[in-house]
């Protein structure tokens, strides 16, 4: 029922400031204190994953793995098409639980435990999301906050099998900040860091010689670190290619994935924050990263990705680096590959640690990841 009587002008400007002084907000977003360990909450946006909208990560984020563009290439690592590509598979899982999880903010403090269930997932699939609360304590440096895991698993819609899971960590603001810190020690929150810069010189250590594989396959990986073996020398390098932060990584990709979060479109909110502006979704960076990793070797199947660390926000204008160190190689996988993959004779496993870093060569993403990589033969 509509009063049409109603003499006000609710647009003239006065009028409306007086008004949103007395309206109540309707929040979004879900404050620490309604988390429960054992909680499983299933989220009700869900995302059809198109080759359009994979294309579209993919190519924003320099990820031109020819078996996710060409028929041919696909055909030839054993899928039946092109399929969706890894990296915007765990997007597309995370960006739809942003809403229930972490919309009312806090700093990302990590991933681990990335999982793949399944050696492909095709255009077409309808993908439905769900978390469950493994930790909940508080902040050791901030009384403002709590710190929250979950576990997540994108799943098909339709039968309902697992596609990928991983376990991530937030601080969550509380309803009612605590009075003190809980009698614990300020800067015990896991060790990570929390988007706040340090001057700290930590003690370098590092090896004598940095080695480059002489290739892009198995065989180059493994024989560089048996070149290094028994001596001061490790596998690292650094790749090429940098990508700037435009609008279409800022806003547009996560806004794609469904990721509400206002830390990446709300620049009004974001004004008053320690980046004074929007942030770009880790994930986003990470791609970036790992695409210049994956244009420097031949990746037949992604495995998994552990120890995900965000060390510094990412805004406009930055541009993403990436650094590679190779952490060991084995012919016979180590950890469970993903349903359907048989690697035997076309692939080896080899462990890496990446890390993402900007124009001022500052860290700002680091972690594991398990891949085959293929046999030159």
Do not use: C
């Amino acid at each position: 029922m509509t009063d049409d009587t109603d003499p006000t002008d609710w647009t003239d400007p006065e009028t409306f400031r007086a008004a949103l002084d007395r309206a109540e907000t309707r929040e979004k977003g879900t404050y620490f204190e309604a988390f429960a360990e054992g909680d499983r909450i299933e989220h009700d946006p869900g995302i059809r994953l198109s080759r359009a909208g994979n294309e579209r990560w993919m190519s924003q984020t320099l990820n031109h793995d020819p078996a996710f563009w060409r028929t041919d290439a696909a055909a030839e690592w054993g899928y039946d098409e092109p399929p969706i590509h890894p990296d915007y598979l765990l997007a597309a899982t995370m960006g739809p639980s942003v809403e229930d999880l972490s919309e009312k903010g806090g700093y990302f403090l990590g991933r681990t435990d990335v999982r793949y269930r399944a050696d492909a997932v095709y255009p077409g699939t309808e993908l439905r999301v769900d978390s469950t609360v493994i930790e909940t304590r508080a902040s050791g440096s901030r009384p403002e906050y709590g710190i929250v895991t979950w576990e997540t698993t994108g799943r098909d819609a339709e039968t309902g099998d697992a596609l990928v899971s991983y376990r991530r960590t937030n601080m969550i603001p509380r309803r009612e900040p605590l009075e003190t810190d809980g009698g614990q020690t300020a800067g015990t929150d896991g060790g990570q860091t929390t988007g706040e810069r340090t001057d700290a010189d930590p003690e370098l250590g590092l090896p004598d010689t940095l080695l480059t594989p002489d290739g892009q396959h198995f065989e180059d990986f493994r024989a560089a670190l048996d070149d290094a073996d028994g001596r001061d020398a490790a596998v690292a390098y650094r790749h090429e290619r940098g990508r700037t932060i435009d609008d279409a990584l800022l806003a547009g990709l996560p806004l794609s994935t469904l990721n509400t979060a206002k830390q990446h479109h709300d620049a009004a909110t974001m004004a008053d924050s320690p980046s004074g502006e929007p942030v770009v979704y880790g994930d986003v960076t990470r791609s970036i990263a790992l695409g210049h990793a994956r244009s420097d070797e031949r990746t037949y199947r992604e495995v998994g990705y552990d120890d995900e660390r965000f060390h510094d926000f990412v805004i406009a204008g930055d541009t993403i680096y990436g650094f590679t160190r190779v952490l060991g190689a084995s012919e016979t996988p180590t950890v469970e590959l993903p349903s359907g993959v048989d690697a035997t004779g076309a692939a080896g496993e080899v462990r890496f640690q990446h890390v993402a870093f900007n124009q001022d060569e500052e860290p700002v993403y680091s972690g594991t990841r398990t891949a085959l990589i293929e046999t030159r033969d």
